[in-house]
């Protein structure tokens, strides 16, 4: 089985509970969302990158002394024909069988069973994400969440743009199981160290005010909108 990769690099963790750790990034093709302030819009194509066998993505993660992986995109879970990307399952277990913690990012837009996942990175995507002409893209479905949320250890990440956007956050946690709160992150929407030193505080104060963590985005203060870091 094989997998299209646009590239892999060795860095921190920027965003999420996980801040900090050093982690390989794979990044895989293609993305139907196509977000508005979406900072790899080049892996949104599903014929970027290369075909890989599933065993060459393992062996070139085994070139770092790394423990955490993060499967990132593009969309990991969801594949060219709107289904469950192949051969996904069996990546992650490969992984797994290599020693490795493993992250997925996804927009949560799908349930995929029997994933060998550590820690399944849910970012649902608010109004705020959404092209004119195609409002309704990448929008959160309750059910799914929930199923994901249920069956894996799990964060929930929300891009924060303006301080309207709490109130469709706190609508869609309603719409959901309990979740912990320590679990839901808020983080500012920027792309590069202006953006994110501007729009910080007002997620800060969001954040004393419904309960929920801040995310910080530690890759843009050290490297801006960098690729590949």
């Known amino acids: 089985m ?4 646009v590239e892999f690099f060795h860095s921190l963790q920027g965003e ?18 196509r977000c508005r302030w979406c900072d790899t819009a080049y892996a949104w194509d599903y014929s970027a990158g290369k075909e890989l066998a599933l065993a060459q993505i393992v ?6 002394s790394c423990g955490h992986v993060v499967l990132t995109g593009g969309e990991p879970l969801v594949g060219e ?17 290599a020693g490795k913690h493993v992250t997925i990012e996804t927009a949560g837009t799908l349930f995929v069973p029997d994933l060998a996942c550590d820690l399944m990175s849910i970012s649902p995507k608010l109004s705020n994400s959404a092209l004119p002409e195609n409002p309704q893209a990448g929008r959160p479905d309750p059910a799914t969440l929930s199923r994901l949320i249920a069956a894996y250890p799990h964060q929930l990440k929300f891009v924060i743009e303006s301080p309207g956007d709490i109130e469709e956050v706190c609508s869609l946690l309603d719409e959901l199981p309990p979740v912990d709160p320590a679990c839901v992150l808020l983080m500012p929407q920027a792309r590069t160290r202006d ?27 050290l490297w801006s909108d960098e690729r590949g870091r």
Do not use: N
């Open 59 to 64: 062996e070139e993660v085994g070139r770092w």
């Open 16 to 33: 999420g509970m996980l801040v900090g750790v050093p982690s390989v990034f794979v990044r895989v093709a293609g993305c139907p969302l």
């Open 2 to 5: 094989t997998m299209r990769v």
């Open 81 to 97: 024909d709107l289904a469950v990307r192949p051969a996904l399952a069996g990546l992650t277990r490969r992984l797994k069988a």
């Open 195 to 221: 953006q994110l030193l501007e729009r910080s505080p007002m997620v800060v104060e969001l954040c004393r005010k419904t309960g929920y963590r801040f995310c910080d985005r530690l890759h843009i203060w």
